[in-house]
């Protein structure tokens, strides 16, 4: 036999040889992810809450709470300040973001899930702002609203 045809077979050996090694790594790798499915509430373990960001705000803070065993489900868990519910706006199973209502009052934070529930160590401090207005004029500079008397 050629040389040449001798050299050919080995390299078409050796690159069929890398083909079939990429393919039996690429079908183990398939073969080993499986779909998560998800954090689950376990109705066993107690609620926690580890922490809370920001500690102080005004009506429409956003708080991200971070703790444990959070459920998912929006319709199954209520988190309250002062008695005063907090708009869930996000969930995973370690971590909530709420909105403070308007005049919340500062206080410990509430997280309820069915009959359990676990409160804050830390405080929320709200923040009272104000809103300045104009409440007579024209809006502007020099002008008066009654222009026409003289």
Same mark, same amino acid.
């Given at each position: 036999m050629d040389s040449s045809f001798i050299n050919m077979y080995k390299i078409m050996k050796r690159d069929i040889n890398a083909c079939l090694f990429i393919a039996a790594f690429l079908?183990?790798?398939i073969a080993g992810c &499986? @779909?998560?499915e998800g954090f689950k509430h376990d109705d066993s373990s107690p609620i926690? #809450?580890?922490k809370i960001l920001p500690e102080k705000g005004s009506g429409g803070t956003e708080i991200l709470i971070n703790g444990s065993n959070f459920t998912t489900d929006t319709s199954k868990i209520k988190v309250s300040l002062n008695g005063k519910p907090l708009k869930v706006?996000?969930?995973n199973g370690q971590q909530l973001m709420v909105i403070v209502p @308007? &005049?919340?009052g500062?206080?410990? #934070?509430t997280? !309820?899930?069915g009959d359990k529930s676990v409160t804050s160590t830390a !405080?929320?401090?709200?923040e009272y702002t104000r809103t300045v207005t104009t409440l007579a004029g024209a809006g502007v500079a020099g002008k008066t609203d009654r222009s026409d008397v003289v």
């Open positions: 079908l183990v790798m &499986k @779909k998560e926690t #809450i580890d706006i996000g969930l @308007k &005049k919340a500062s206080g410990a #934070i997280v !309820t899930i !405080t929320f401090t709200y």
